[in-house]
């Protein structure tokens, strides 16, 4: 029997071997624009995603994000008019972190939709510098300063965030290390349901729905719906415990993924917590409109008051979030997640 096992393992070894060698490596490169406020990720030469950090939309985000096969999986508005897009929640843009109460202030709901009456209410993440931009053969690294600040000026927090982007043929990953540090005497991040890494969905990733809404046409016109096309949208959420659906919803899990197809293309987006995050196991934040999103703080938002997180910094204190994305042009199953989850937790 000992020998059967080891002759076993000799075998998956080397099935995986021979898996990551044809899937292979590409090469990453990263393209940093200060005029521009962004830094492109290129995957292959072709366009994977980008940090920006433009002034009006009131924090870092990577926008746009695009499949191995060459289709946006971030929604294109507020940056860009979609023809079917929805309008809702302009504060919704690409890939980001951040929250819905820092002392009071509201990170998350802050864009330029926010009438200057009430723009007391909200703080701004402000990008301050690119430490580091790394490129390589299947993986880059790319790390930025930020500070998190009140409507006054005053910065409450200080981000150092690392992105790790690795890319093979038909898969993408990326590696969000982000540690905030407190600049104030006391930074709370008091329990709410608007948190914390993030992702807006294109229309395709959606779930059905028939519910009446508002969408926009590639001139900027909006439309009220009163009832939703879903001939294209197949998006379905499932997760390391097996729930699916809109049921994922306020639900806590190591891992999250959302499938569907995309002009052809199936895709497979998932994102995975870190044992070493507070909170973790992860509330899910995940919505059938195209919010997919990991908040490890909001316990009491998200599970009916059953739990409850009020998280706080010294000044001084760190904390760091740890988080990971995956696209894939394939409908991953389980136990290909559940083992990059095992790899990613040994990080």
Do not use: C
């Amino acid at each position: 029997m000992r020998y059967s096992a080891i002759i076993l393992l000799i075998m998956l070894m080397s099935s995986t071997l021979l898996f990551a060698q044809k899937k292979g490596k590409e090469k990453i490169e990263l393209q940093v624009n200060e005029a521009e406020k962004k830094v492109d990720v290129m995957v292959g030469g072709e366009h994977f995603t980008s940090y920006i950090y433009p002034d009006n939309i009131m924090k870092p985000v990577l926008w746009p994000v695009m499949s191995p096969g060459g289709n946006m999986v971030t929604r294109s508005y507020p940056l860009i008019n979609k023809e079917g897009d929805r309008t809702d929640h302009p504060h919704h843009v690409g890939i980001w972190l951040n929250y819905g109460d820092v002392n009071g202030l509201d990170f998350w709901n802050n864009s330029e939709a926010i009438p200057a009456e009430r723009k007391d209410n909200y703080g701004t993440i402000y990008h301050e510098s690119v430490e580091k931009a790394k490129g390589g053969k299947g993986k880059a690294v790319l790390e930025t300063n930020a500070l998190w600040k009140a409507p006054d000026n005053t910065t409450l927090l200080e981000e150092e965030t690392s992105f790790t982007f690795m890319a093979s043929e038909d898969m993408r990953i990326i590696d969000r290390t982000t540690t905030l540090t407190a600049a104030v005497d006391e930074v709370d991040f008091t329990d709410n349901k608007e948190g914390m890494f993030a992702i807006r969905v294109s229309r395709e990733l959606e779930l059905p729905s028939d519910k009446p809404t508002e969408l926009v046409d590639s001139h900027g016109v909006k439309t009220r719906v009163e009832k939703m096309d879903n001939t294209y949208v197949k998006g379905n959420y499932r997760s390391s415990e097996g729930i699916e659906g809109g049921d994922v919803w306020g639900t806590r899990a190591r891992w999250m993924k959302l499938s569907s197809e995309i002009k052809g293309e199936p895709v497979s987006l998932v994102i995975i917590d870190h044992p070493d995050n507070v909170g973790y196991p992860t509330y899910w934040h995940a919505r059938d409109y195209g919010l997919f999103s990991a908040n490890t703080l909001g316990q009491k938002a998200l599970s009916e008051g059953e739990n409850e997180l009020n998280f706080s910094l010294e000044n001084g204190e760190e904390t760091t979030f740890k988080y990971r994305f995956v696209v894939a042009s394939s409908d991953l199953s389980d136990a290909e997640i559940n083992e990059m989850a095992d790899e990613y937790a040994k990080k």
